[in-house]
Every structure is written in C-alpha cells, then in structure tokens.
C-alpha cells in the first residue's frame, strides 16, 4: 500500500500521477484533515482515505506532502503505526533528514525529496536525497515511483535547499516572465489573446530547444542575438536593469527561506 498524507494539490498530482503510471487505486490511501477534500480526491480517482494513523498502518511506502510547520505533530501522530521496512518520503521544503530520521522509529527509513508543479501536467522533476538507513533498493523503488509525473535526480542533502530554489520555486519564476512578457506585449499594442499565444509557445518553444541533449542555454542566446539587432537591445536592457544578479539575489533568498524553514540558520 502507498500511503499520501496530505490532498492538497500536489498531494493529488500524485495520486493521479501514480495511478497513470500503472498503480492500482485500491492500493492508494490518502489522508487530508480537510474532510471534504478527502472524500473529493477519494471519489475523483477511486481511492480510500483514512486518518493518518490508519492510512499508514498498512503502507510500505508514506508521501507526506503537508506543510513545513505541520510536518513534526503529522510524525509524532503516525509513528507508533509505521511497520519496520516502512519508507516515508518527505517533499516539504526545507524539513531535514535528521529531523525525520530523529522522529521516526528504527526500521523506517527516511528520504528527502522536492517535486515541483509542472508535475501537475507530468512535466515535473524531483530531486532526492535517501537518508541514513535508506537501502540502495528502497532509494531505487522511491526513484521509479515518484518519475510517474516527471525525471527524477538524486542530490546530496546539502544541495536540497539550493533545489528548491531552483526548480521547487523556479516554475513560479517563469510564470511571473510569462506575466510580464503578455503585459509588455499588451502595452505594445497586441490584444491579450494574441500575446498570451505569442508568448507560452515562445516560452515553451525555447525550453524545448534547451533541453536537447548537449544544448547549452548561453550558445542558444548567442545564436538568437545579431549584433545590433532587435534581440541585442533587449538583452542590453536586461544586463543594464541588473537581470543576472536579480536572478541570482532571487534565488538565494528562496535557498535561505528554505534553510529557515527546517530550523537552520542561512549561510
């Protein structure tokens, strides 16, 4: 059994995802404290949902997809009902091994991971970190179910907090250009049908052609921007507007929110 705590909206990104990748839905069981939302995602996709202390009664494998604040009262709810070879897969952000590990009884093993939203349309990437106890075939098992909704990749668990400011925050980053853009684009006089258009098939088109195998992003700008053309005087506003450090500046703050969030103090 395959126990999801949490229904929120990656919480059922994951049931569905599961159940498209060949797992059978009497062997999903959800739990979600919002009632109404249990029965909605039990009755949508075929599945039961409990309390989460009989959810994971019978589960060989737990997703806990609920908040960072609510994740230490969920561990010490379920704990006493975890049987030993149990895997519980943590994918709140910045919640750290050692605090699963410390809060789960000897048998359990833990592993840290990050999805992010395009999952939603099985576009998704997530990035693990097995724990201590975690065996090579419970990491491989964990891997294999959760790339259902998109690749997955391992990571030391030091370099998780810089993943979620990557791609666990990143899609947010994209939708704010993709914002920005249609705005721009309406402001030049096009109607927003034809700048949304314009602009996701421009987004989409341009992360295909980056993530050919070998495609390098900086060669493929180059090879967009004639010197003194249209795409040189819109990259020369982006430099002189300081659109690298931004970036960058971005980013770290998302890294060191994540530091926050599991008790630690950023660099």
Do not use: W
């Amino acid at each position: 059994m395959i126990a999801i705590l949490g229904a929120g909206v990656m919480g059922e990104v994951f049931v569905s995802g599961l159940i498209r990748g060949g797992t059978e839905p009497a062997r999903i069981v959800i739990s979600e404290k919002r009632e109404e939302r249990a029965r909605e995602v039990a009755q949508a996709h075929g599945v039961h949902a409990l309390p989460a202390a009989e959810a994971v009664r019978e589960a060989t494998t737990v997703l806990v997809l609920v908040k960072p604040q609510d994740m230490a009262a969920l561990l010490h709810e379920i704990a006493a009902h975890l049987a030993d070879g149990t895997v519980v897969v943590s994918l709140a952000a910045g919640i750290r091994l050692e605090t699963l590990e410390a809060a789960l009884p000897r048998g359990v093993a833990a592993v840290r991971a990050m999805p992010n939203t395009p999952a939603l349309v099985d576009r998704g990437i997530t990035a693990i970190t097995p724990g201590s106890t975690c065996t090579p075939v419970q990491a491989d098992y964990v891997e294999g179910l959760l790339s259902a909704v998109g690749p997955v990749v391992r990571v030391p668990e030091a370099l998780q907090d810089a993943v979620t400011a990557t791609s666990g925050s990143g899609p947010a980053y994209v939708f704010l250009l993709v914002e920005s853009m249609i705005t721009a684009a309406r402001d030049l006089g096009l109607d927003h049908e034809t700048a949304r258009a314009l602009v996701t098939q421009t987004v989409q088109g341009a992360a295909t052609m980056a993530a050919q195998p070998g495609a390098d992003a900086a060669t493929l700008r180059k090879q967009v921007t004639s010197p003194n053309g249209t795409t040189a005087a819109a990259i020369a506003a982006f430099e002189e507007g300081g659109f690298r450090d931004l970036v960058l500046r971005a980013m770290t703050a998302a890294r060191d929110r994540g530091v926050e969030l599991g008790g630690g103090t950023p660099a």
